[in-house]
């Protein structure tokens, strides 16, 4: 079975920088897009950034535009979100999940889309 398992969350202040880490097992990393999704209780689940197989491909989420960049290492089965000049609100639950192989789409906005889920990484931002 295919599993996507992030790391790197942890505690930060207002205007930090942290790497966040999603690896797969159980599958090959470039037969799977990959998209970062994140969620603040009590809020939806919101896209944040996306990649293609070949990573020619990346969308980026409106909040976090400018300030978000992803990429991905193939040969280490990781897919990385880079975030810098982060702010309190982007305090959430951060998730990396993939689509269908089969997808038409590298990405879609709508989480219900998605076949395979992290268990999620806690990043919290403070003032």
């Known amino acids: 079975q295919v599993q996507l398992v992030e790391s790197g969350g942890r505690f930060l202040q207002t205007g930090e920088s942290l790497r966040l880490s999603c690896k797969i097992s159980?599958?090959?990393?470039?037969?799977?897009?990959i998209t970062w999704f994140r969620q603040a209780p009590g809020k939806e689940r919101d896209i944040v950034a996306a990649?293609?197989?070949?990573?020619?491909?990346?969308y980026t989420g409106d909040s976090a535009r400018g300030r978000f960049s992803i990429s991905r290492d193939n040969a280490k089965n990781t897919v990385y979100l880079q975030m810098n000049k982060l702010e309190p609100d982007d305090t959430a639950v951060y998730y990396c999940?993939?689509?269908?192989?089969?997808?038409?789409?590298?990405?879609?906005?709508?989480?219900?889309?998605?076949?395979?889920w992290g268990p999620g990484t806690q990043v919290t931002v403070t003032s």
């Open positions: 990649i293609s197989q070949s990573g020619l491909q990346t």
């Open positions: 999940a993939s689509l269908e192989r089969t997808s038409p789409f590298y990405y879609t906005s709508t989480p219900s889309d998605y076949r395979y």
């Open positions: 159980g599958g090959t990393l470039d037969q799977y897009a």
